[in-house]
Structures are given as structure tokens and as C-alpha cells.
Nanobody
Framework: QVQLVESGGGLVQAGGSLRLSCAAS????????MGWFRQAPGKEREFVAA????????YYADSVKGRFTISRDNAKNTEYLQMNSLKAEDTAVYYC??????????????????WGQGTQVTVSS
């Protein structure tokens, strides 16, 4: 049974920082792509960042490039999303996800096989 558990969300003022964690259990994700998506009320789920653990490549949405950093801790089987210079428009529920296949765009939610329950991030302006 694969489980992804996010944590680290909360309320922060604009310009502040948060670090989200995604703990993976059930198997080793050494060859997976781990992604972060977010969904604001009334909007579709959108891509935020991804990290291909097989080749260490990282990908970011233009809206977060330069502010967010995706990384991992192998020993803890955990993926992180460091979010700096937060803006009100970053407010959303953030989800981590895991993609098994090397095929299929890492930017597209439907290509991911496993999802966490989500963690709320609220940025006050």
C-alpha cells in the first residue's frame, strides 16, 4: 500500500516562507517522479513543481520559479517544497503526488499514480 502524507501547511503573511513535506511509505520511490500540485477554490488543480528521482531533474511552474524549491531526503523517503516570498495568489491546497512511469509529462496531474491528502496553505496580504 503506497501512502503519501503531506505536512507543513499553514497561515503565513505575504513575503513569508513555508516548507511542505511529503513523506512516502509503502515502497522506495527511487525511480519515481515526485510532484507538487495545488488547487485554489473554484480553480483547477495546477502543476507547481516536480522532481525526477531517477535523474535529479527538477521542473517548476513559471509562477513559482525562483521562489519555490523542490528537494528530497533519501534517508527519510521524503520530498520537500520550500516556498519563499509567498504571495496571496499562492493560497491553495497543496498536494504531493508520485508518478511511476518515465513516460508522460510530469506537468500533468493525470499522469500521477499516487496522491496525498493535501495540506492547506493560506497567504494573507
Amino acid at each position: 500500500q503506497v501512502q503519501l502524507v503531506e505536512s507543513g501547511g499553514g497561515l503565513v503573511q505575504a513575503g513569508g516562507s513555508l516548507r511542505l513535506s511529503c513523506a512516502a511509505s509503502g515502497r522506495t520511490f527511487s525511480s519515481y517522479t515526485m510532484g507538487w500540485f495545488r488547487q485554489a477554490p473554484g480553480k483547477e488543480r495546477e502543476f507547481v513543481a516536480a522532481h525526477d528521482w531517477s535523474n535529479e531533474r527538477t521542473y517548476y511552474a513559471d509562477s513559482v520559479k525562483g521562489r519555490f524549491t523542490i528537494s528530497r531526503d533519501n534517508a527519510k523517503n521524503t520530498e520537500y517544497l520550500q516556498m519563499n516570498s509567498l504571495k496571496a495568489e499562492d493560497t491553495a491546497v497543496y498536494y504531493c503526488a508520485a508518478k511511476r512511469s518515465i513516460f508522460g509529462s510530469s506537468y500533468i496531474a493525470r499522469n500521477y499514480d499516487y496522491w496525498g491528502q493535501g495540506t492547506q496553505v493560506t497567504v494573507s496580504s
